[in-house]
Structures are given as structure tokens and as C-alpha cells.
């Protein structure tokens, strides 16, 4: 499957940003699909993750309460609304996905999108 994330841009801090990420190539397959961020000088880092098969969503403590991953599954694109943002949301960010495994690492993920930058100005 091939992924392509969208959706990013520059936005004031209390803002609202939704990023997406399309699936082409071998979609009739369901993913766990993920997103995770890295800003300048920094590690990837998990952002949250969509488990297709317990239709379980996790969140890292940083975004939780202020981000939301959606799927549709019929267009095949994962969203991920971004609320009340804040500078340190500043990151590339990037759709990840994978048929087994569901988990907090980038090492858990085999498919990964080009990434989309946001940038948030206090």
C-alpha cells in the first residue's frame, strides 16, 4: 500500500489544522494505521495509533484531548484532527501503516507516508 499524507500548513497557536492520508495500490487489505511527527532535531515520535481490528484508537499523552484520527474507510483515508494547537505540535508528520502490528515504534510500521509539515506560531 502506498500512502500520502496532506493537509499540513502554518497556523496560529488555538488553531485547528486535519491532516490526511490517502491509501492506494492493496487497499481491500484493512491497516492499523498510525500517525507520528518529528520536529527539528528530534526523533520520530508516536503520535496515535487506529488498531483496524479492535477498532481501538491510543493516543500519546501530549495530543490527548486536543487530536482525533478518523478513517473512511470507503475513500480510504485516515484523518487526523489537529484542535488547540500549540508550538510544540511544530513537526513533519506522517502516516504509517501496517497490516500485523499496531504499536508505538517506527520499527512496528512496514508502509509510511512522505510526511507533511506543520507549523504552529505562538
Known amino acids: 500500500v502506498q500512502l500520502q499524507a496532506s493537509g499540513g500548513g502554518l497556523v496560529q497557536a488555538g488553531g485547528s489544522l486535519r491532516l490526511s492520508c490517502a491509501a492506494s495500490?492493496?487497499?481491500?487489505?484493512?491497516?492499523?494505521m498510525g500517525w507520528f511527527r518529528q520536529a527539528p532535531g528530534r526523533e520520530r515520535e508516536f503520535v496515535v495509533v487506529?488498531?483496524?481490528?479492535?477498532?481501538?484508537?491510543i493516543y500519546a499523552d501530549s495530543v490527548k484531548g486536543r487530536f482525533t484520527i478518523s478513517r473512511d474507510n470507503g475513500k480510504n483515508t485516515v484523518y487526523l484532527q489537529m484542535n488547540s494547537l500549540k508550538p510544540e505540535d511544530t513537526a513533519v508528520y506522517y502516516c504509517?501503516?501496517?497490516?500485523?502490528?499496531?504499536?508505538?515504534?517506527?520499527?512496528?510500521?512496514?508502509?509510511w507516508g512522505q510526511g507533511t509539515q506543520v507549523t504552529v506560531s505562538s
Open positions: 504509517a501503516a501496517d497490516r500485523y502490528y499496531s504499536g508505538f515504534f517506527e520499527s512496528d510500521y512496514d508502509h
Open positions: 487506529s488498531r483496524y481490528g479492535t477498532d481501538t484508537t
Open positions: 495500490g492493496r487497499t481491500s487489505v484493512r491497516y492499523n
